[in-house]
C-alpha cells in the first residue's frame, strides 16, 4: 500500500486502531458458519477476511467502502463501492446476520438515515455492531514539557485531519438511543484506551500515521522538523502517552 501525495491515510493504518475492538465484538457474537454478513468501511479487508472465515464457504460477506483499491472478491466475499452519505447500501431487506460499519472518518450529516438502512437489511435478531475512534484529549503521561506539548498536539491534528474538521467520530453520542428508537432493543457500548510506550506497537502506529499524512500536517506552526521529533519520540521507550479512545456498540434487531 502506498500514500499519495497529498497524505492520504492508508487504509491498514486506521484499521489497526479498530481491528481489536471490532474482533472483540464479533467474539461476543457468536457468528456461525453459512451467515451472511454486510461490512461497511471495509478499508484494506482485514476484517473481511476475519469475517469470510468465520462464515466459510457456505457464508456470504459484502463488502462495501466508498473506496474499494484493497477489497479483493472471492467465492465467499462480494465488494461494492458506496458512499455513505448518498449511495444507497447493496442487499435486500431483512437478508443478513449481522452488519458491522467501522469508522468512516468523518461525520455522518445525516447517521438515522444510515442506521435505518443497516437496521433494515438485518434479519430480526440480527446483531448491528458499530465502531470508532471518538474525539478524546490526548494524554501524555511522561516526557519533557516542551515533548508532551508536541506529542499533543500532533496527536491533535492527526485526528482531526482524519476526521474532518469538526473532530467527531462517525458515531455520535446519541447513537444508542437512536438505536433502540429504531427497534434494537439490545443495545450495549464498549470504550477503550490503553497506554502506548515509545518503541511499542501503539506508538510506532502513530509514527506511521504521521509518516502517511506529513505533506497535510507540516504548518508553519508545526514543521517539518517537528514532525521528525515526534517520529523520534514515538520510538523513545522513556515517553509514555494515552491511545485514542475506540469505541463500539452492539445492537440487536428485535425479533418481533
Sequence with gaps: MTTTQSGQLRPARLRELLNPIIRQQLDRLDIQPGQRVLEIGAGGGEVTAHLARLVGPRGRVTAVDKDTTYL??????????RDLNGDDLPGEPDSFDVVVAGWLHGELPHPAEALEQM???????????????????????????????LIHTVMRRVYRTIAGLDGAGTWTAETPALLVVKGMPQV?????????????????????VVDDLRPVLTTPEVTDADLDRFVALMADPHVLLGSYERRAVHARKATA
Design 188 to 208: 450495549c457500548t464498549h470504550a477503550s484506551t490503553e497506554t502506548w510506550t515509545g518503541g511499542g506497537p501503539g506508538c510506532q502506529l502513530l509514527a506511521n
Design 72 to 81: 479483493n472478491p472471492t467465492g465467499v466475499i462480494d465488494v461494492y463501492q
Design 119 to 149: 437496521i433494515a437489511r438485518l434479519r430480526p435478531g440480527g446483531w448491528l455492531v458499530l465502531a470508532d475512534v471518538t474525539d478524546t484529549p490526548p494524554r501524555v503521561f511522561w516526557a519533557t514539557d516542551d515533548d508532551a506539548w
